[in-house]
Every structure is written in structure tokens, then in C-alpha cells.
T-cell receptor
Framework: ETGVTQTPRHLVMGMTNKKSLKCEQHLGHNAMYWYKQSAKKPLELMFVYNFKEQTENNSVPSRFSPECPNSSHLFLHLHTLQPEDSALYLC??????????????FGPGTRLLVL | RKEVEQDPGPFNVPEGATVAFNCTYSNSASQSFFWYRQDCRKEPKLLMSVYSSGNEDGRFTAQLNRASQYISLLIRDSKLSDSATYLCVVNPLSGNTPLVFGKGTRLSVIA
């Protein structure tokens, strides 16, 4: 497969819960991304990390908190979510953010349902 | 003009048909282009890169027209398994801006 893994694959949580999504890439890449994809909607970029440093926060509400302890791991901490946050959360990685023919490789995603 | 624009479809075609998708992009400085495929409830997967001279991979052909700022994907001899959403992706190549994804074109190949 693609070398990008995500856990859990499915998550159901209440609005008062706190949970974390985990992403790990085994490709030796230095850039990692979080995307949100709601039903029948396009991909929405949430966060970008390059060499563990956050380079982009795409106006994401503070109830989503990313963490990148090293270039291989990326977390998305969730707290006090809303039902409209239910979506497929996709992690991706790429060699770097520098221009070129490099592209992104996606993990299988975490399907989140907020009740 | 949206950064990356695609006809959402759906394109409903019979098996064996040839189908083509176009995608337009707004940033004339963009240099790298890709087509991804996304199956229902799955992650996007890289289908092919698009090179300036055009490129072919089996039944799939990608073309780039820089003057008109569009890229195309041609699928010949469509199979049922080609049914998916096809995402047009552009690398704007400006600073640290990551890839820009189109909204996708839905293809259904019918027996």
C-alpha cells in the first residue's frame, strides 16, 4: 500500500469527548498534511507541517489541535466537536514542500461521526 | 476564477467507451500536474503525473495545454472498475503552498 497509516479507521464520539487521530508515514517524507472531506464535498486542507514545523493553518477551529512530534508522526487532537465535524479525515505526506514533480500520498483516513 | 476547476459530472458511459475529462487552472506559473482517483469512501490515490509533452499509461492518456491552462485525462476502453471520482491536482510552485485539489469528476461505467 501507500506507506501512510492512520488509526483509528472509524471513530464515534460525543460532543464532550476528547480523542486523537494518529497518522504515521514510513516513506521518509518531511511534509505531512491533514485534510477533511465531508460527504459529497471536495478535500479541505486543514494543516501543513514541513520538517515538524506548522506552515499552514487553514482557518481551522481551535477544537482541532494538530501535533507533529517528528517527521514520521502526525496527530489531530479533537475536543468538544460538533455534529458538522463528522467527516473523513485524511492524512497525507510528501517528500518536501519544495517545487517539483513531488506529489502527496494519502493514508486510508479516519471516518469520524460526532453525535 | 477558481484555482482548479472540473466538471463534477457525473459522466455515465457504457463499458468500452472512450471518455475525456478536462480541468482548468488559474495559476499560469504552475508547473506540476497530477490526476488522482478516489473510490467511494476511500482515500485519493495517484493515478498519473501529467508531463508537458503528454503521457500515456495503458488505457489512460494525460495531456497538458499550457497556453489554455488546462489538462485532460482520456480513458479508452472503459472498464466497470474505472468507476470513481477523478481529481485534478495542481502544484502552484509558489513558496510553501501545497497542492491544490479540484473538486473531482464522477465517472460511472455501466455494463
Amino acid at each position: 500500500e501507500t506507506g501512510v497509516t492512520q488509526t483509528p479507521r472509524h471513530l464515534v464520539m460525543g460532543m464532550t469527548n476528547k480523542k486523537s487521530l494518529k497518522c504515521e508515514q514510513h516513506l521518509g517524507h518531511n511534509a505531512m498534511y491533514w485534510y477533511k472531506q465531508s460527504a459529497k464535498k471536495p478535500l479541505e486542507l486543514m494543516f501543513v507541517y514541513n520538517f515538524k514545523e506548522q506552515t499552514e493553518n487553514n482557518s481551522v477551529p481551535s477544537r482541532f489541535s494538530p501535533e507533529c512530534p517528528n517527521s514520521s508522526h502526525l496527530f489531530l487532537h479533537l475536543h468538544t466537536l460538533q455534529p458538522e465535524d463528522s467527516a473523513l479525515y485524511l492524512c497525507a505526506s510528501s517528500p518536501t514542500l519544495t517545487p517539483g514533480r513531488e506529489t502527496q500520498y494519502f493514508g486510508p483516513g479516519t471516518r469520524l461521526l460526532v453525535l | 476564477r477558481k484555482e482548479v476547476e472540473q466538471d463534477p459530472g457525473p459522466f455515465n458511459v457504457p463499458e468500452g467507451a472512450t471518455v475525456a475529462f478536462n480541468c482548468t487552472y488559474s495559476n499560469s506559473a504552475s508547473q506540476s500536474f497530477f490526476w488522482y482517483r478516489q473510490d467511494c469512501r476511500k482515500e485519493p490515490k495517484l493515478l498519473m503525473s501529467v508531463y508537458s509533452s503528454g503521457n500515456e499509461d495503458g488505457r489512460f492518456t494525460a495531456q497538458l495545454n499550457r497556453a489554455s491552462q488546462y489538462i485532460s485525462l482520456l480513458i479508452r476502453d472503459s472498464k466497470l472498475s474505472d468507476s470513481a471520482t477523478y481529481l485534478c491536482v495542481v502544484n502552484p510552485l509558489s513558496g510553501n503552498t501545497p497542492l491544490v485539489f479540484g473538486k473531482g469528476t464522477r465517472l460511472s461505467v455501466i455494463a
